[in-house]
T-cell receptor, first 114, second 115 residues
Framework: AQSVTQLDSQVPVFEEAPVELRCNYS??????LFWYVQYPNQGLQLLLK??????LVKGINGFEAEFNKSQTSFHLRKPSVHISDTAEYFC????????????FGSGTRLSIRP | NAGVTQTPKFRVLKTGQSMTLLCAQD?????MYWYRQDPGMGLRLIHY???????AKGEVPDGYNVSRLKKQNFLLGLESAAPSQTSVYFC??????????????FGSGTQLSVL
């Protein structure tokens, strides 16, 4: 079985400061990794994904994430946040198998202070 | 291009009442899913479908039923609502679980309160 842990339920940061949202996963098989973002009163949108290849993945809105297999982590980072980044961020994993489903973490609420 | 559309957006039920949530997608996706979102618990999969006429249980299927009579529609039913089913429900779809373009498309959600 797979599991995803997002250690921080809330992360407050000042505008233009850097941010890192942490994600760790557990799986006995190879996985695909994702970050989804949920803006207020909206459904989730894909931010970025890691399928294979380079461990540094760049996504939309200036976000990037790094896959670390030895630490089973997929932390999300942005060097300078904006008010518009206020949202909830979900890490997700999916085993590399056509019969498997995506498992989501519990989410991290990012709040930006002016 | 509507994507994934959920109806209704809000609903209040009394304990024991029944209702159906409708999800429609216009992207010709094979896979459809129903999730519930609760504070501190992220999204949990209720039921999913891998194609027209098929359904399968997810993590938290009890108290819910689903049907996929048409490829574009995925219905979630509550036969006898309970306060524990108060949640935000999201429908999602994807082209294929095996495709390299792994991406879920989500609807905007249904806020359900059971009193």
């Amino acid at each position: 079985a797979q599991s995803v842990t997002q250690l921080d339920s809330q992360v407050p940061v000042f505008e233009e400061a850097p941010v890192e949202l942490r994600c760790n996963y557990s799986s006995s098989v190879s996985v695909y990794l994702f970050w989804y973002v949920q803006y207020p009163n909206q459904g989730l949108q894909l931010l970025l994904k890691y399928l294979s290849g380079s461990t540094l993945v760049k996504g939309i809105n200036g976000f990037e994430a790094e896959f670390n297999k030895s630490q089973t982590s997929f932390h999300l980072r942005k060097p300078s946040v904006h008010i518009s980044d206020t949202a909830e961020y979900f890490c997700a994993v999916k085993p590399v198998s056509s019969a498997s489903k995506i498992i989501f973490g519990s989410g991290t609420r990012l709040s930006i202070r002016p | 291009n509507a994507g994934v559309t959920q109806t209704p957006k809000f609903r209040v039920l009394k304990t024991g009442q029944s209702m159906t949530l409708l999800c429609a997608q216009d992207m010709n996706h094979e896979y459809m899913y129903w999730y519930r979102q609760d504070p501190g618990m992220g999204l949990r999969l209720i039921h999913y479908s891998v194609g027209e006429g098929t359904t399968a249980k997810g993590e938290v299927p009890d108290g819910y039923n689903v049907s996929r009579l048409k490829k574009q529609n995925f219905l979630l039913g509550l036969e006898s609502a309970a306060p524990s089913q108060t949640s935000v429900y999201f429908c999602a779809s994807s082209y294929s679980l095996a495709a390299t373009n792994e991406k879920l498309f989500f609807g905007s959600g249904t806020q359900l309160s059971v009193l």
